[in-house]
């Protein structure tokens, strides 16, 4: 067993579990990813999935490292689902499901002006979370909770 990646990471996806945070608006899920940094090496990182009904299409994944601010990506919810399954993604980000010592991970490559990053998370957590979310507003159905009307209103008021 490679001991920089743990066997027992935070958040499991069971409702009952701790390191879920969901709301009406909200559906999160608090868990320890891995920053790989070698083939042989990676570092344990907290991160927040989050995912918000008023912000349909989209997740945002909060990592928090040892800087002043934690790091937020947002990208979209389908790009995350279909890499649950295959790898997916162009550019900045990129996903894919793999195994690792014995374990189902999902691989996240970020790439941005400041660095890249590859960062393994707990396939059956993040597919869990991905689920709820997928419970709370379904495929398809993003746009029923938006009033693109009201929005365009204010917009075009000037407010």
């Keep these: 067993m490679n001991p920089t990646h743990p066997t027992h990471p935070a958040g499991s996806g069971d409702p009952g579990d701790p390191g879920n945070a969901d ?27 989050s995912y918000r009904v008023d912000d349909p299409y989209a997740v945002h994944v909060t990592f928090h490292l040892d800087q002043d601010a934690p790091v937020t990506w947002v990208f979209a919810r389908e790009l995350l689902v279909e890499g649950v399954f295959r790898a997916c993604g162009q550019g900045d980000v990129r996903i894919w499901p793999t195994r690792v010592g014995g374990r189902n991970v999902i691989c996240l490559a970020l790439s941005s002006p400041a660095g890249d990053a590859l960062l393994e998370a707990p396939a059956g957590t993040v597919a869990a979370w991905l689920e709820r979310s997928l419970r709370r507003v379904p495929p398809g159905r993003e746009d029923s909770g938006l009033d693109v009307d009201g929005a365009l209103a204010a917009l075009l008021a000037g407010q």
């Design 23 to 49: 709301s009406e608006s909200e559906i999160c899920q608090e868990l320890r990813v891995s920053l790989i940094l070698s083939p042989e090496h990676g570092v344990p990182v907290p991160a927040r999935f």
